[in-house]
């Protein structure tokens, strides 16, 4: 079936490090992404999306890099601080009419002071 | 925040209680969704409202029941539930494709 699946459960650096979160999905007919962050006791939060006719998107210290050819996703974060320990989910979107999201489950952040 | 709230933040009930959960927003969004969150497990989407009407209900027990009576309000009501079906459960709603996610409810079965 398909399957939207992460490559490390926990990833830990040093504060100041750039982060690099990977994910990998198997249905090729996906065209929109999604990255969100969950803290403890919240709700995911969205960071940043990219649709299929791109390959890469930047927003405020985050950039999303899109591989078609492979299927891969990535979410590097620039200069990564303690508030940025999370949980961070991928997304993609099963079908045209945006609604369905197939989420991974998820890669705990862990930034070391 | 986002704008979706959800009450009550925590939830403890036995398998025979009836209870209900709410999620409300008041973003203009015409999609509201309820997600199950369980530890180690992807999130789960349970039911799909569009402009109010039901468009999926992703094979989700009888034993949740969902209820949307105006584009800005959804419910979630639980009846005779089961041990397993302890989780964090995600309200959110999209104006079309990011969702915006509420804080959850912690729901503890007995």
């Known amino acids: 079936g398909e399957s939207v699946g992460l490559h490390l459960p926990t990833l830990s650096v040093q504060e100041g490090d750039n982060s690099i979160i990977n994910c990998a999905y198997s249905n090729s007919a996906s065209d929109y992404f999604i990255w969100y962050k969950q803290e403890s006791g919240k709700g995911p939060q969205f960071i940043i999306d990219i649709r299929s006719n791109m390959d890469k998107r930047q927003g405020q210290r985050v950039t999303v890099l899109l591989n078609k050819t492979v299927k891969h996703l990535s979410l590097q974060i620039a200069a990564t601080q303690p508030g940025d320990s999370a949980v961070y989910f991928c997304?993609?979107?099963?079908?045209?009419?945006?609604?369905?999201?197939?989420f991974g489950t998820g890669t705990r952040l862990l930034v070391s002071p | 925040e986002t704008g979706v709230t959800q009450t009550p933040r925590h939830l403890v009930m036995g398998m025979t209680n009836k209870k209900s959960l709410k999620c409300e927003q008041h973003?203009?969004?015409?999609?509201m969704y309820w997600y199950k969150q369980s530890a180690k497990k992807p999130l789960e989407l349970m039911f799909v409202y569009n402009f109010k009407e039901q468009t999926e209900n992703n094979s989700v027990p009888s034993r949740f029941s969902p209820e949307c009576p105006n584009s800005s309000h959804l419910f979630l009501h639980l009846h005779t539930l089961q041990p397993e079906d302890s989780a964090l459960y995600l309200c959110?709603?999209?104006?079309?494709?990011?969702?915006?996610f509420g804080p959850g409810t912690r729901l503890t079965v007995l």
């Open positions: 973003l203009g969004h015409n999609a």
């Open positions: 959110a709603s999209s104006p079309g494709s990011e969702q915006f």
């Open positions: 997304a993609e979107n099963m079908d045209l009419s945006f609604q369905k999201l197939v």
